[in-house]
């Protein structure tokens, strides 16, 4: 479905001015080789300017490579931007592919007519998305009109009106609430189920990928850092969870074997608990601090996707 060889993006800097004018080259994705095959769920992760959103415009034909080959849905994104257009479906959490001042209902049928999609076909696609995505009460509301959330779940249904082979979702959860997140996840994993979509995507949220994704790409500083199951490279960083409680009570630090006292709040009523997933469960943590002292709320924290990218280069 993606083949990329060797794939290269420069962008060139400019700064200062007059005598003091330089000119830099920066390599946004430095030589990326990677395949993902049909049906697959990859999730590309890095930190800030790693170059994720550098290689997704150059797979979906936004950006022409400096060098190196990109082939998606078996095509040349950029010459061949028709064919793909048919077979690729694209959101970027920070564009909008609809249209603004129209209700949105109009985006989906101006889509369908773009496609050439006949409306017997049309419609009842069209209806499966709004139930999926829950879209039914808002298709007389003016995009712009829309909340973050809402407008997020249209811009999915406009992508998979003409059944791509191929998803690719931008950051598809950035600024949502974790209702709105966990609705899109639901539809997202049930749309794979249905129709075997192949999706990539991009995400500083792990719950994303967790939920989402069958394998992971790691790029940092536009080479892949990483290739394989997210297991693994739990396993390979070793990252530790934070288990946060509320106690009844203020207490001292509270001593335990299963995990390490990080830091106390609220004059120690609220305390946090650094863990080791590989060595010990968040129930074994919990079950030692209920025996020391009465829980009224915990939560869990995962680790950030750039703690982690960090602690793959650095080995930290
Ligand atoms: N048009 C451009 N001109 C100059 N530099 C650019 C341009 N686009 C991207 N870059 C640089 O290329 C690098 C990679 O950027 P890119 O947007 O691909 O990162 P990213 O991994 O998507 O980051 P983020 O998570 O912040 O979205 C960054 O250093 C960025 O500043």
Redesign the pocket.
């Known amino acids: 479905m993606i083949e990329l060889d060797g794939l290269r993006r420069e962008?060139?800097?400019r700064s200062g001015r007059g005598l003091r004018r330089s000119r830099r080259v920066?390599a946004?994705?430095d030589g990326i080789t990677a395949t993902v095959r049909a049906g697959e769920s990859v999730g590309y992760i890095?930190?800030?300017?790693?170059?994720?959103?550098?290689?997704i415009k150059m797979l979906t034909g936004i950006l022409v490579p400096t060098s190196g080959r990109v082939r998606t849905c078996g095509f040349e994104p950029v010459p061949q931007r028709t064919q793909l257009a048919r077979r690729i479906g694209v959101v970027f959490g920070q564009r909008s592919q609809l249209w603004w001042d129209l209700p949105l209902r109009d985006s989906f049928d101006i889509l369908a007519a773009i496609h050439r999609i006949p409306a017997d076909r049309a419609r009842p696609r069209i209806d499966q998305l709004v139930e999926g995505l829950e879209l039914g009460a808002l298709l007389a509301t003016p995009v712009r009109q829309l909340s973050l959330g809402e407008r997020m779940r249209g811009e999915v249904a406009a992508a998979l009106v003409h059944r791509p082979a191929l998803l690719v979702l931008d950051?598809p959860t950035i600024g949502l609430d974790m209702i709105s997140k966990e609705r899109l996840r639901q539809f997202l994993v049930a749309e794979r189920a249905e129709q075997g979509t192949t999706l990539l995507l991009?995400t500083?949220d792990m719950s994303d990928i967790e939920r989402l994704c069958d394998r992971v790409l790691v790029?940092d500083h536009?080479r892949i850092a990483y290739d394989g199951s997210l297991e693994g490279l739990g396993e390979r960083v070793a990252m530790e969870r934070v288990l946060v409680v509320d106690l009844a009570e203020p207490r001292p630090p509270l001593e335990l074997s299963s995990a390490r006292h990080e830091r106390s709040e609220l004059d120690g009523a609220r305390q946090r608990f650094a863990f080791a997933p590989d060595r010990t469960t968040a129930a074994q943590v919990l079950a030692e601090i209920a025996g020391q002292a009465e829980i009224r709320d915990l939560r869990i924290t995962e680790p950030a996707i750039e703690d982690i990218v960090r602690t793959l280069y650095t080995g930290r």
Request: aromatic residues 4%; glycine residues 20%; hydrophobic residues 45%.
């Open positions: 962008f060139v800097v920066v946004a994705v890095g930190a800030n300017g790693a170059g994720k959103s550098t290689t950051e991009t500083h790029v536009g």
